[in-house]
Every structure is written in structure tokens, then in C-alpha cells.
């Protein structure tokens, strides 16, 4: 009976160490393989200056329920002079010792003609560590790198009892062999994978066991673990390009987010599984929802600013201003408040949480339907909605309802009126986070770069043109140019930003409204000269009807392109001069009526409309696509083409028979 | 000694003193208010500096403790950086004693600020991967302006080359009063140089065995620059100060001369650049055969280049001290010091007599000047006395070629240093022939307005150095490097070709391009700009009375030759008129050749820049100059069909 106990017991524990999933670990220190070496280039890519032969990943816990994470990387260097890999610097958060940075290694090796491997350490003095504020830094530098070296780092890193695993991302701006993340999680916790990407992986297992050598599974005395493993080989480094908003939403990656943990008792607690509960939960946390609730600073704050006004959209307008203008922000994004709101107050400085919570805040105060929204700003990624991820949130702005019309406000920067959201903000979507609705709404630019221009000009028969322009600039126009404005010299603003640093334009006189009134249309009011205009040659003469906001150079120039292209707001630009032509001239040539599409949103409309002596040229350039697939790019760069093209365009006037005839007959006087 | 009840009232009644004196000291709130501003300092600026009062009490060498106390109304949203508070300190001195207030513009106190609420973080640069600067935070704002802030803080300095520099005013502040004291044992002797000041000399008074000297400066409105005027160092008030002799860790030296200070670097580096037997055996191979010092000099900076890489490293004596040149060996990167240091061994090895420099780049910053020792180095190079010419190696540049030293290392003094001491040298001036940008193009137009272009262009000097970084671009960046630089809109790039010269400061791009649309049809009419790639593009404003000077800083030499082959049946119609523009600071020439027999055109640019400083009553002529250029550029050449 016994024996047989003993027997079993033995067999199972042979059967789970020689299980598959507990594989020996893909890297040894120090061990490199003769293909390691021989390696010096990667496939299709004559852009790398490094190839990462290896990046190994490790998470568990420890019996304290820290997560313990280690790092090893492998890097062969192709040009040392213009990686960035040979250098390291990273950052701990210190504050209460809530990470710690232990067990770094590092060193290079470089293999000679006799195949001998001369490894060059990285010595404890040459490794910095210095205190930044709340983070600990630690940096070197690798010595002895030259074209061919192989340089390999490893490290740990334990998160005090904060139950987050670090995410993991396969993909960088250099090419990738081997990428491998191994997770642990034992029995009383639950997570929740979120692999992304477009690259298949090689491995994505996720399994039951009971230990994993090296990895610490005796927590509690529990048997069972979550083993996850994921690999990708061979991956392409993906790199930046313009007109994107940013790379880390193509480079392959895994996080993990908790979703249940087991209590003393043994009951499972469960945690952010729906979008619901995550509204909850920051509904309920301190720096965020609690900070909400109104307080008497925030009451006497919102009466004296807001003292004599009844109309709700001017209330909201002046508490928007007040928010934006008072507090100044602190240059950090972030989903949550760190301070008290009343603190926050009292130092003017804020990060754009508090600021958009300050907003709410004080909208509510005020009687107001106003609501948090939770996104992710441009650069840090587009937001993924099949599960409920909270870390993808880096940013917070504010729905507020009048009579059913909806403002999305962003408080960060005075410069940004009332009603616009900043660029950065504009990332498709958010997360509206109410009492009872919280739910994902789209966040779009409601409100597009928008100039107008009006012209009423006169041509002489030199070819001189004089007369009025109109400028109106609204949306992201207005604060594009207002911005010029206040940076520079305003004639200076005039020739170089409106007239393109046209040489031969003379500004007569200028006015200016609403420079100081972001919310206003910004009116420009010219009165302008420009001489020689018109080319005369012969008994013809070619005017260009565009003096300003011409398209002259196509922004897509380069033929290649990888990713789709994207703008964070629409773009239109309406223009609209008539022209009066000399006495004794006649038109001869009109530039063709169209409309130049490349989609339903994004075209060129071009009308010209003879009146005697006068014509009239308006055109409408409109892009309203802010997302288009890569495919399209080579359409699109056509369009641009064409474009410039059409923006070439010339009205010719020819003499008229009787002026031809009169100056005949002068030519003849002058004879005598 | 009993603790008796006595004792404690008296140590009660002497922090009450304490703290009574300190309120003394503070501020009056209708002194403080804005109504206490005289106008004159308040039109135009975005901040008032009330009261900035430094005291220095210079102990002796390497040893000093300032107290600094500084008042600033803060009058609108663009002088709030004002309140954004840093206060660097290293490891030779240390910042304590912070404190602070807010009050309104009324005067009345807002808030107070203790030395526990400063923040203590590193100053990254950005750049250096191993620094030891670290920096004191303070974030004073406030809703409405205008505000006043209050400021006080000690630093404590124990290594020090020169003394903390006096800069009461800076852009788009007004003065009310600036006061700065400095105290020291009247044996001690202080030179200094103040520039932008009424005098040059501060006021000396003498105290017992203390001598003070103290410069003020009283209801100073702000200062204005206009377009294309002196840069701000050269109108904003400052004073230098340095003493006679300093200590920095434990390293004495004088800055009695440029002489002396040479010698403290030499002493600091002494023994630093011997290589190791690896190293100097290394050096005889790659040296094998060669002569020619220039020669030898190529092959050391070759190694060097391909050897080494550059790390920015600021730490050790304050950034003075080098590695040695065996660490640096062993490590493969060095910062500028380190990689100086190295070849300065390397070619001591080789036997060619060389010397580190030390030098100012870029164009920020003090310059080195002979008529007032002072250290403002933040760089260094190697300085190569040979018989015939001096040769100048800027080591960190992983492509120059030797002997040439980069445009922001040129034209200005280098202390050169050895066992004799220091000596002022003054680096090559690159003259505007030597940065040029020549282009010969040949051009073959079609009736419908599509041209072929093969365009050969060679850089020079300071133009060079960007299309020199193009030939270490793969062919994919390379591409879209040459897709950006050329103004062109339509066209494809069929052939290309980038290089760069290995002894000289010259490289190359040579292209051949299909252009789809280049000369506009209409009717029987062809137009076309010859001016293909260059554009110099920017209109002056006319200004009513210019006060400054003109400070015209490009120096460049460009000749762009185009020859167009018209299409078949065309004629010339017209031609722009010729043009020269010459002046002493500028020379511009368009000029139009046709010839009949080839069916050609050819338009010759040039356009040369020599830097100048003009007097205010030449601004019209400057402009004039200036906003011709782009004008002329754009002139069409008509073609006509017969």
C-alpha cells in the first residue's frame, strides 16, 4: 500500500517535471551560439543597427505576494555609434520602496578571428543609480562595443504587493529573434490576457501546473498555478512614420490585468471583469470619483466666478476658462488625481486629471450636467474595448450636456478655447464614466481647421493687383494662427505664415479681431498691393487668382508607405475673389469648373464665374478622412498631385479687338 | 546645569527674538503691492523683478556661501516660468535653506513655502547617460495675476572654479533694484567684467580685515532685441566675477593667467594619456610605412572613429578630469575629454607632438576671450603644431575628416594646454567660400510640361556636414532623407548617389529625376521658373526707427548653373532681366545665357554671404538685400511656341 503511495507519488512528480510547459529557459548568460554570432543582418530590414537576438521575460510571485519580474536581453550591435541600445537607463518608482531595482548584470562580448569570446564586464562603478524626485534612475553604458558585439543585460525588478504584472512588448524599433514572456500566477489570483497585435505568435499557451523550476510557486502551500507563455520569432522592428499617431499601436504586446483574487476565507473576490465594474471602481476611488463630491472651497470658488451670470453656456464657459487659465498644468498626464482638489487650488498646479475633475467638479457646483471621460491620449495608443483594460487610460476630459447639445471639453491649456478638445486628446474614443451609464463614446473633433477667405481686387493693365482681403479663421485655424501671432512681428505674421513669405505682396493696411478672444472667429481684415501680379506678354496676360493658401508642394512625397495615415481633425479652407480686369482686356481662358474627389470626404470643388469685367473664382478644399488605410496612400498621394496641379491654374486675358486697334492708331500718332 | 523653569523661559524668549527679527526682515505689504512699481518697469514686461539681493561671502579658495533673496511680480501668464523654480547644485555645492511666499497684487500673503516642500531630483540633460547635477524644485504659481513671489535660499559652495556670475535681468523683465554684495578677506583679490553695464566697476568699500564690492543696478525697464539684433548676451547686463585662486576638490589652481589655468588642466590630466602596450603596438601597425604626419594623423583619427564611440559623461572634478586613456581604451566610448585624451596619447605614441584644448561651442554662452581669464569651456579637441599647418581633430564626430573641426567649434579661442601652462589659440574661421553648395544641372524640357534633370550638387564646409550623416543612411531612410530635402513636388527619383570626400569637408548628392510637371502650358505659351531647387524664402518688416545693429551671421557661398534644353518648335518669349545685388555683407547675380545653336538657356545663381555687423541706419539696405532675393528667385522665363 505503501509502496505504491510512494510510487505514484514519484511517477506524477516525474510526469509534471518532464511536462512540456516546464521547459528550460530559452537563454543562459553568457552562452551564445555560433548562428548568434554569425548573424549580421536580419531579413528585409537594411535599417537595423541592432538585431535583438533575445528578450526573455519572467513574472511570478514570491510568498509575500510580490510580483517578481526579471528581464534578460540579448542585443547583437551592427553600428555602435548609432544604436541607442548601448547605452541603458531605467527608472524604479521608490516611493514607499514600492519597486526595487536588484541583481543587474551586464557586459559585452566580442568573438575574434579564432573564435575566442573576450567578454568585457560592466563594473559596479560604472553603473549609476541616482534619486529623481519619487523614481530611482539607474544608467550605464556597455564598454568595448564594435560592429559585431553582443551585448546582454538581465535584471529584477520586485513591485511591493501591488499585484500588477508588467506588460510585455515583443516588438521594437529593431528587429527580434526570439521574444519570450513567461507568466506564473498562482491560485488565489486571476488575471486577465490581452495580447495584441498584428503578428501571429509563435507560442500563446496558457495552462495549469503545479511550479515552474526557478519560478516560486509555494504561495499558501497551493499546488495549482496559471502558467502563460508567449512567444513571437523573427519579428520586424516597426518604426515610426509621419502622419501616425503612434507606433505602439502596431508593435505586438500582452498585458495582464487582475480580475479575482481569493480572500482568507477562501471566497473569490472578483474585480474589473466589465466596463461596469471599472466604472464602479473609479466612481468609488479617492483620486477620481470621490474627488467629485463638492466641497465649500470649490462652492465659494464657483460663486465668485461665475457671480451674475444665469446663462448656463456663459457659466460654463467662464468656470471652463477659469480651470484652464488658474491652474497651471504641471506637464503630466495622467487617468487619476494625486492630490486633493482643494490642494490643488491652493498651489495653482495640477496634473490634466485634477484639472478635467476640477472642471467637473465645479460644473456640477454650478448646477450643470457634466461627466469625466476616461481616454488615452494619441500617443500612448488606441483604446481596445473587447475587455475591461485600465491601464490604457492616461488622460481625462469632460463631457458637459446643455439642452442637449454636447461639449467636449479639455481643460490643459488656456490656449485651447472652450469647446475644442487638444489634438493630443483627439484618440477616437473615450470612456464616460456616469452614475448609472457609463459606457464608451466616440471623441472626435467635432470641429475641424476651418479658414475662409474673401477677396475683392483690381488689375491694371500693367499687371498690378490691388484691393481687399478677409481673412476668418475658426476651429484649430484660429489657434494655429493665433498662436503665429503672438510669437511674431504681425506684418511679419502677415507675409511669412498668410502669404507664404510671398516677395512682392505689400500689406497697406491691416486689422485685427478677436486675437485675444479664442472663442471668437479670428478676423483679419487686408487692404493689399501687388505689383506685377499678372504676367503680360504680348497682347496676353496670365493672373494667377490665388494670392494665398495655395497648395504647392504635395506633403506625401515619399513613395513607400507602411501604415495608414491618420490626422487628428478635419481641414477646410473656402476661397472665394473676384476680380476685376482691365479696360480693354477680355477674357480668353477660364480655368475649367470640377470637382476633384478623392472620396466623399475629402475633395476639391473649383468654381469660376465670368460678370462682364469682373470674375470670380471660389474654391473649396475640404478633408474631413482623419483615418485611411495604408492601401490608399498611393490615391491619396495622387491627389495631392493633382492638386498642386489644379492650384497652377491661370486665367489668361487677351486685348480686345478695339484696344488692339486703338493702340495701332497710337503707335501710329507716335510715328510722327 | 538644571533645567529649571528659568532656563526655559529664556530659551523661549530667544526663539521669540529670533522669529521677530525674521518678520523685521520681511516685507511690507504696501511695499510689496503692485501699486509700489514705478510704470515705466511695468509697460511691456512680463515680470518685475522687485528686489534680487545676493550676498557672497568668499571665504577662500573652494570655499564660498551665497545668500540669495529675490522678489519678482509676476504680471502675466508669460513670466510665469518666473515661479517655476530650479536650483542646481553638485556635488561641490549644496542648496539649503529654502523658503517662500506668495501675495497678491494688494500685498497680502497668500501662502508660504518651506524648505521640506522643494523637490530633490537629478537634472538630466537628456543626453548624458552618467551625470552628477541635481536640481531643487519649487512650483510657485497663482490664479490671477499679477502676484508677487518671495524667494530665499543658501548655497554653500566647497570647489569652485569661478564665482557665481551676476545676471539681474532677463528677457522680458524690468528691473526695480538687483544688489549683488561680495564680501571676502581683504587680502583676497577678485577680477571681474561687466558687460552691458553703465560701469564696469562696482563700488569697494573696506571693513575692518573684510573688503566688499558690491553692483547694483536701480529701475532697469526691459531690455528690447529686434529682428536680426545682438543676440541676448550681447545686450542683457551681466558681471563676471573669478578670483585669483580657486580649489576644486582639492585641486588648487590660478586663474591669474590663461598661462596658469592651462597648467592646473595640464597637472589635472598628467599621466593620464599613456596608453597601453596593446594600445602603442597597435599604433605601429596602423602607422606602418607613413611619413607624412598628415598621414599618421588620418589613420590614429581613423582608429579612433571606428574604435571608439561617443558617450556623454558629465561627472569627475566637475567635467574636468579625463579618463585615462587605458579606461578608455578598454571601454570603447568615451565623452569628448576621454576621446581627446586618447588620441593626444595615441599620437604621442606615434611621435607627433599634439595638445588638448579646451573650448566653448555652439554659439551660446561666454566667449573666451584674451583680456579676462574666466572658465566657460564646455568641450574639448585636440590641437595638432605642425611645421607647415596646424591641424585640429574634433574627436566625438564618429565621420569628420581630420582636420576639420565642425562649424561650432570654429572661429574662436581654444586653450591649448601642456607642461608649460595654457595658451589661447584661435581655431579656423570658415570663410564663406569654404561653406558652399555648388549645383550644375542639365535640364531637358517637354512641350507638355514634363522635364528629365540630372542635377549634380557638392557641399562644402559647414553645408557639408548634414549630406556627409546621409551616407551612413541605409537605402530606405536614404530615400526618404532625399524625398524631403527636395522642394520639388511630382517627380521620382530614378538614380541617386550620396557621398562624402575622406580628407576633405566636401560631399555630393547626384541625382537623376523625372519630373512630370515642371513648365506650365498655356495655350501656345510654356512658363517655367529656372530657379529649380533653391529657395530663400522670408520677407523683413519694415521697422519706423531701428535702434540696434544688424547682425547678419550666414556665411555661405551658393552657385546654382542650370542649362535648359527648350523643347522642339519653342522660342524664348522673355527673359528676366539680369541682376547683381552687392553689397558688404551680401553678393547676389542672376544671370540668363541662351545659345541659339544648342537650343539652350542657362540660368547662373549665385548668392554669397559674408557675416557682418551693420550699423541701425543700413536697415534699409539690409532689407532691401533680403527681400529681393526671393522675389528674383521666382521670375519666369516665358517660352512661346514658332
Known sequence: ?672 | MKITLRAIFAVLILLLLQSFERAEAGIKKDDIAITAIPLQLILGADAVVREDVRLLEYQRPGRARMEVRKVITILNSSGRDHGDISLFYNQFSDVSRISGAIYDSSGEQIRRFRNRDAEDRQAFDGISIIQDSRVKTLEMFHSSYPYTIELEYRVDYTGFINLPAFMPQSQNTSVQYSRYEISMPADQNLDYKAINFEQNDPEITRDGNLKKMVWEIRNAPKVKRERFGPAWNNLLPYVLVRSDDFNMDRNTGSLRSWEDFGMWMHDLWDGRNEISDETRQEVAFITEGYEDPHDIIRVIYRYIQNHTRYVSIQLGIGGFQTETAEQTQRNRYGDCKALTNLMHGMLTAAGIESYPALIRSGSRGVVTSPDFVFNSFNHTVVFIPLEQDTVWVETTSSNFPPGYIGSGNANRYALVFNENGGTLVKTPDYKPRDNFQLREATVHLQADGSATAGIQTRYGGARHERIRNFTRLASGPLNRALYDDISLSRFEMNNHEVGAALLEPEAWINLDLDISSYARSMGNRLFFNPNMLASNRGQVAETQERTQAIHQNNSYYDVDEFTYHIPEGYRIETLPGNVILDESFGYFETEYIVDEDSGTLTFRRTLKLIPEILPPEEFGTFRNFVNSIPRHDSAQVVLVKG
Open chain 1, 1 to 672: 500500500m505503501y509502496l505504491s503511495k510512494v510510487s505514484l507519488c514519484l511517477f506524477l512528480l516525474l510526469f509534471i517535471i518532464s511536462a512540456p510547459a516546464l521547459a528550460d529557459r530559452p537563454v543562459s548568460w553568457g552562452d551564445v551560439s555560433d548562428e548568434e554570432w554569425e548573424m549580421m543582418s536580419f531579413p528585409d530590414d537594411d535599417e537595423a543597427t541592432a538585431i535583438i537576438l533575445m528578450d526573455y521575460g519572467e513574472s511570478y510571485f514570491d510568498n509575500r505576494l510580490n510580483t517578481v519580474f526579471r528581464q534578460h536581453r540579448r542585443i547583437k550591435i551592427l553600428d555602435p555609434d548609432e544604436s541607442s541600445h548601448t547605452e541603458v537607463r531605467m527608472r524604479v518608482y521608490r516611493e514607499n520602496r514600492s519597486q526595487e531595482l536588484r541583481e543587474l548584470r551586464a557586459h559585452t562580448l566580442n568573438r575574434d578571428e579564432n573564435g575566442e569570446v573576450h567578454r568585457e564586464r560592466v563594473r559596479g562603478s560604472e553603473i549609476q543609480t541616482e534619486r529623481d524626485g519619487e523614481w530611482e534612475v539607474t544608467s550605464f553604458a556597455f564598454p568595448d562595443v564594435r560592429p559585431g558585439s553582443i551585448i546582454e543585460y538581465s535584471f529584477m525588478i520586485r513591485y511591493r504587493q501591488s499585484f500588477s504584472i508588467p506588460s510585455w512588448w515583443f516588438q521594437h524599433d529593431q528587429p527580434i529573434v526570439h521574444s519570450e514572456y513567461r507568466v506564473l500566477v498562482p491560485e488565489i489570483l486571476q488575471y486577465r490576457v490581452f495580447p495584441d497585435g498584428f503578428e501571429t505568435f509563435d507560442v500563446n499557451e496558457a495552462e495549469q501546473i503545479a511550479g515552474h523550476a526557478g519560478m516560486a510557486a509555494n504561495v499558501l502551500n497551493v499546488n495549482s498555478n496559471s502558467y502563460y507563455r508567449m512567444v513571437l520569432k523573427d519579428a520586424p522592428a516597426i518604426r515610426s512614420e509621419p502622419f501616425i499617431t503612434t507606433v505602439r499601436n502596431y508593435r505586438n504586446r500582452v498585458e495582464f490585468q487582475i480580475t479575482a483574487y481569493k480572500d482568507r476565507r477562501g471566497a473569490t473576490r472578483y474585480m474589473l471583469r466589465t466596463w461596469d465594474e471599472v466604472a464602479r471602481s473609479y466612481s468609488g476611488m479617492h483620486y477620481f470619483g470621490r474627488q467629485l463630491r463638492s466641497n465649500r472651497t470649490i462652492r465659494n470658488t464657483v460663486n465668485e466666478v461665475t457671480d451674475g451670470l444665469s446663462d448656463p453656456l456663459e457659466i460654463a464657459m467662464k468656470l471652463y476658462d477659469h480651470v484652464a487659465e488658474s491652474i497651471v498644468w504641471n506637464n503630466s498626464l495622467s487617468a487619476t488625481a494625486n492630490n486633493h482638489l482643494t490642494d490643488v487650488m491652493d498651489e495653482n498646479v495640477g496634473n490634466s486629471a485634477e484639472k478635467a475633475l476640477l472642471l467637473t467638479n465645479m460644473l456640477r457646483t454650478a448646477n450643470l450636467d457634466a461627466n469625466p471621460v476616461l481616454i488615452a491620449s494619441r500617443d500612448f495608443g488606441k483604446l481596445r474595448w473587447n475587455y475591461p483594460q485600465i491601464n490604457q487610460f492616461n488622460h481625462v476630459i469632460v463631457k458637459l450636456t446643455i439642452d442637449d447639445t454636447v461639449y467636449m471639453l479639455d481643460p490643459i491649456l488656456p490656449a485651447i478655447p472652450f469647446g475644442l478638445l487638444n489634438p493630443r486628446s483627439l484618440n477616437y474614443a473615450g470612456f464616460l464614466i456616469t452614475e448609472n451609464d457609463s459606457r464608451m463614446i466616440s471623441v472626435d473633433s467635432q470641429v475641424a481647421s476651418v479658414t475662409q477667405v474673401t477677396g475683392i481686387v483690381e488689375l491694371d493693365a500693367e499687371g498690378n493687383l490691388e484691393g481687399q482681403v478677409q481673412l476668418r479663421h475658426s476651429g484649430y485655424a484660429g489657434i494655429v494662427h493665433r498662436s503665429s501671432i503672438k510669437e511674431s512681428d504681425r506684418d511679419e505674421y502677415l507675409i511669412n505664415r498668410v502669404f507664404d513669405g510671398d516677395p512682392d505682396i505689400r500689406i497697406v493696411e491691416s486689422s485685427f479681431e478677436n486675437v485675444d478672444n479664442p472663442r471668437e472667429i479670428l478676423q483679419t481684415t487686408l487692404t493689399i498691393e501687388r505689383p506685377n501680379h499678372a504676367v503680360v506678354a504680348g497682347d496676353m496676360m496670365y493672373v494667377n487668382p490665388y494670392l494665398l493658401n495655395r497648395i504647392t508642394s504635395n506633403p506625401f512625397r515619399n513613395p513607400v508607405r507602411n501604415f495608414p495615415i491618420e490626422f487628428p481633425f478635419g481641414f477646410e479652407s473656402l476661397y472665394s475673389v473676384t476680380i476685376t480686369i482691365p479696360d480693354g482686356y477680355e477674357i480668353d481662358y477660364l480655368p475649367e469648373q470640377q470637382l476633384f474627389r478623392f472620396s466623399d470626404n475629402t475633395s476639391y470643388l473649383v468654381q469660376t464665374m465670368p460678370m462682364g469685367q469682373m470674375v470670380q473664382i471660389t474654391s473649396r478644399l475640404i478633408r474631413s478622412d482623419v483615418f485611411l488605410e495604408a492601401e490608399e496612400y498611393h490615391d491619396l498621394r495622387t491627389y495631392y498631385d493633382e492638386l498642386v496641379n489644379l492650384h497652377e491654374e491661370q486665367i489668361v486675358l487677351r486685348k480686345t479687338d478695339e484696344s488692339l486697334q486703338e493702340s495701332v492708331t497710337e503707335t501710329g500718332s507716335e510715328g510722327e
